[in-house]
């Protein structure tokens, strides 16, 4: 079975430092393209970072320049360096990958999801 788990999640104040893991379970993510998605309070969701093969990354503009996403292989996870963390980023955080086994459709999109991990940043 194919899964994704998120972990990391926490409570913070504002300011602070968190790191996500998302470790993938029976398969690698070589070749995938990574994704770290938040689903606001509001439920909105929104592409926060993604990282493709291990290589080129991206970053929604709300989080360039606090948060770093980055690839381990060895240990087959993802992690989401989150600093200067500000209570609009308090969200359910989700790591996906568009693995071609386990999709469901999720914030729109077709992708193999973990199940999620809370953060909460509070002023």
């Known amino acids: 079975e194919v899964q994704l788990v998120e972990s990391g999640g926490n409570s913070v104040q504002a300011g602070g430092s968190l790191r996500l893991s998302c470790t993938a379970s029976?398969?690698?993510?070589?070749?995938?393209?990574v994704y770290w998605f938040r689903r606001t309070p509001g439920n909105e969701c929104e592409i926060v970072s993604s990282?493709?093969?291990?290589?080129?990354?991206s970053y929604a503009d709300s989080v360039k320049g606090r948060f770093t996403i980055s690839q381990d292989n060895t240990k087959n996870t993802v992690y989401l360096q989150m600093d200067r963390l500000k209570p609009e980023d308090t969200a359910v955080y989700y790591c996906?990958?568009?693995?071609?086994?386990?999709?469901?459709?999720?914030?729109?999109?077709?992708?193999?999801w973990g199940q999620g991990t809370q953060v909460t940043v509070s002023s």
């Open positions: 996906a990958a568009d693995y071609f086994e386990g999709l469901t459709l999720f914030c729109g999109t077709w992708y193999l």
């Open positions: 990282i493709k093969s291990g290589g080129p990354t």
């Open positions: 029976g398969f690698t993510f070589d070749g995938s393209a």
